[in-house]
C-alpha cells in the first residue's frame, strides 16, 4: 500500500527498512496508559496496530500531558523513529516526537467483557474490533479467491435482480414486499435469473445479498446472507461438484496465503487448510443416514438434515464433504429427478461440524416434471411461465449452486456464532444499526 508522503501506513514502517527513520502515522488509539515517565500508546490504522512510547524527559511537558490524557479511539496523528523491540508485539516500536490529536473522543461506551446483545446494539463501534477487522480481512480474500476462480475457469460476472416476483426456494421464508401496490418478495436465491444467463453467456456468477425469513434462532442463520452463486450449460452434476471442489479449494487457499495473521488470531492455522485439497468425499445419501443413525442420532430415510445430523457427519472431518443424492420430495422443484427417487443434488457440508456450505443440483430439463413439482409444492404456475420458456427454447443439460459466503467464514474462521462473521448481522429480532 502506498500513501501520500507525507504519511506512511503502519504495515509500511514494521520492516528493518524503517527502522532509525521519522516517519508520520495516523489513525486511531487503541490502547493507553502512563507511568509517571513515560506515555504508552497503541495506535491503529487501516493496516496494523503500532506501540508508540514517549517519554516524559524527552518531551515538552504539554505534549508528555496529551499523550497521558488522550482518550481511548480518538484520532490522531503521531511522529517519531521507528526502532526494533523485541518486546513489542509485532516487533518495533515508534519513539514519539510530536502528537496532534485530529478529535479527541468522548468516553468511549465499549469497555472490557460487554454482553453480546451490547455489542451488536454498539455494533457501530463494535466493527473496530480485532476480532470483527480480521474476520473482515478473511472474507474480502475469500472473495477475491473466487472471483479470480470464476474468472480463470471462464465464468462471466453477472448482476441479478434482488427485487422478485417469485420464490425459488418455497414459500416459508420469503420476505414480502409492498412493490407499488403489488405484492413482491426479496431474492432468496438468484438462481432463476441465472439460468436464464448461461443461453447468452454459457457459464455464469454473481454475489448478491439473498435473504429468508428463517424464523428459527440459530447460530448459523441470518434473514441476510451473501450468496454466491454459479450456473454452467452443458454440465452435469459431476461436473459441478468439481468445480466446487475447485472454487473452495481457490478460496481457503487465497485466504491462508494472503491473511495468516488474521487466520492465527482468530485460531485458525492457516497450513489446516492448506493442507485441504480436492477431490472432496462424496457419500451417497443413503449411506450419510447409515452414518448418522450408527452415531446414536437418529434420522429416518426421507429426512432432510437438521444442525446436529450434520454435525454427526462432519464432526470428525478435516476436509468439506458432499452428500449427494436427496431424496426428490424434500427437494426444491428445479432439481433433475433420478430414478423417480432421487435428486441429482448434492450438498457440500463443512467438516468440524460447522454444517452445509453449499446447495447444488443439476437442473430439471423435462418442463412436464417441473409442472408437476410446481404444483406439487402449491406454486402458480403463471409466476414461473418466463421460468418454463427457458426448456421451450434451447434447452440444455445445466447445473448449478449456491454458496452462504457466511456459511464458509464461520467453518474457515473457527467461529461459533454467524453474526460474527458479517458487519450488521440481521436476524430475527435485530435490524439496527
Ligand atoms: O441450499 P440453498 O437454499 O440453495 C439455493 O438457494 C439454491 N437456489 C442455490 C443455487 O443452486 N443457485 O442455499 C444455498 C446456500 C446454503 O448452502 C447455505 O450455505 C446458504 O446458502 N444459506 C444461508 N446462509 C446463511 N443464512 C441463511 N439463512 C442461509 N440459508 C442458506
Ligand atoms: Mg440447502
Redesign the pocket.
Known sequence: MKMEKDYHYIQEVLSPDFVGKRVKIRGWVYRQRNSKKMAFIVLRDGTETLQCTGKKDQLSEELFNMLCEVKYESSVIIEGNIKEDNRAPNGYEMQIENFTIIQMAETFPIQKDQSDSFLLDYRHLWVRSQKLTHSFRVKAKLLQGAREYFDQQGYVEMTPPIITGSS??GGS?LFELNYFGKKAFLS?????Y?ETLIFAHQNVYSLTP?F?A?KSRTN????E?W?L???AAFLDLNGIIKFEDGLVCAMIHKVAQDEPKALKALGRDPQDLLNIEGPFDRIHYDEAIDIINKKGVEIPWGEDFGTHHERALTEDLKSPVHVTHFPRKIK?F?MKTLDGKYAEAN??LAPEGY???????QREEDINVIIDNLKRDGSKIADYEWYLDLRRYGSVQHS?????????MRWVCNLDH?RDTIAYPRVMNRNTP
Open positions: 425459488c426456494e421464508t432468496q436465491s438468484a438462481q432463476l441465472l439473498s429468508r428463517e448459523r442463520h441470518l434473514a446472507y450468496h452463486e454459479a450456473e426444491a428445479y450438498d457440500l454444517g452445509e456450505l453449499i446447495g447444488s443440483s448449478g449452486f449456491g454458496m452462504g459466503i457466511e456459511r464458509m454467524i
